[in-house]
């Protein structure tokens, strides 16, 4: 079975300071792991995904995420936060064990940044 | 493109009803999904299509039917609503697995209150 974690419910930051939010995960083989963001009353945009090659991986609105295989862990990174990123994030694995395309998500962590 | 549409957006039903959500998209993709948002749970995968024709279950089927005769249609069946089916639906669709392209594009939801 796959799994994946976000330990913290909430995230607040300050606008201009560097953002993080954590995600770890478990899957049989190779994994292919996702970000999505959600902002209120809407569905889950795509920001960025890891399959294969460098472990840090660029995605949309400036966001960041490193993928480190020793650590199963997939954090999403902004190095300046902005008002407009308070959304609930969402981290997602797949494997390439896994049955077709099917994403198993982590709770979500909801951030703040405050101006 | 419109993408991923879902319809009704929003829908009050009393138990023992069923109904209908639809999800259609324009983009030609194999794979298609339904996953239910509830508070804190994350997403959890309902239904899912590798294509027409084939369906299987997710983590969370029971209380819900699907088909799929057609690439662009991937309709959600309520069979007797329940006060726990109160939730956000959404769809999703992607290229079918192993081609590479593993992401995700979902739809804007279907908010469901079943009283």
């Known amino acids: 079975a796959q799994s994946v974690a976000q330990p913290e419910d909430q995230v607040n930051v300050a606008e201009g300071n560097p953002l993080t939010v954590k995600c770890t995960y478990s899957?049989?083989?190779?994994?292919?792991l996702f970000w999505y963001v959600q902002y209120p009353n809407r569905g889950l945009q795509f920001l960025l995904k890891y399959i294969t090659g460098d472990n840090l991986v660029k995605g949309s609105y400036g966001f960041e995420a490193e993928f480190n295989k020793s650590q199963t862990s997939f954090h999403l990174k902004k190095p300046s936060a902005l008002v407009s990123d308070s959304a609930l994030y969402f981290c997602a694995v797949s494997g390439s064990m896994t049955a077709g395309n099917k994403l198993t998500f982590g709770g979500g962590t909801r951030v703040l940044v405050k101006p | 493109n419109a993408g991923v549409t879902q319809t009704p957006k929003f829908q009050v039903l009393k138990t023992g009803q069923s109904m209908t959500l639809q999800c259609a998209q324009d983009?030609?993709?194999?794979?298609m999904s339904w996953y239910r948002q509830d508070p804190g749970m994350g997403l959890r995968l309902i239904h899912y299509?590798?294509?027409?024709?084939?369906?299987d279950q997710g983590e969370v089927p029971n209380g819900y039917n699907v088909s799929r005769s057609t690439t662009e249609d991937f309709p959600l069946r309520l069979l007797s609503a329940a006060p726990s089916q109160t939730s956000v639906y959404f769809c999703a669709s992607s290229y079918p697995p192993g081609e590479g392209e593993k992401t995700q594009y979902f739809g804007p939801g279907t908010r469901l209150l079943v009283l």
């Open positions: 983009m030609n993709h194999e794979y």
């Open positions: 299509s590798v294509g027409a024709g084939i369906t």
């Open positions: 899957v049989s083989g190779n994994p292919y």
